[in-house]
């Protein structure tokens, strides 16, 4: 027996199947957390990033977040460089 469709219930198509794409969620993307940006950034940044984490930065983080959480990264390291440097070349002077 063949549902009419109307009012069959959430996520049911014309013939009284289930839309799986609706019921899992399929084509919705969920935006990536603070923590995975900066994890797959420090990641990316010393050459391990697995096949895994960068396809999921590929298909659902935004190219913005990752430049800024990257050139951000890169302005810390270089910071942190100098500051080493100069100390270890104060104290020795």
């Known amino acids: 027996m ?15 199947e ?12 969920k935006p990536l957390s603070l923590l995975d940006i900066i994890g797959s950034t420090f990641a990316a940044a010393i050459g391990v990033q697995s096949k895994a984490n960068k396809k999921r930065d590929f298909s659902q ?9 990257g050139l951000l990264f890169a302005t810390i390291f270089v910071v942190s460089v100098v500051a080493i440097v100069r100390a270890v070349l104060s104290s020795v002077t």
């Open 2 to 16: 063949k549902n009419s469709g109307a009012g069959s219930g959430i996520g049911s198509g014309i013939d009284g």
């Open 18 to 29: 289930i839309n799986l794409s609706l019921a899992e969620g399929g084509d919705e993307k």
């Open 61 to 69: 983080g935004k190219p913005a977040q990752f430049i800024f959480a």
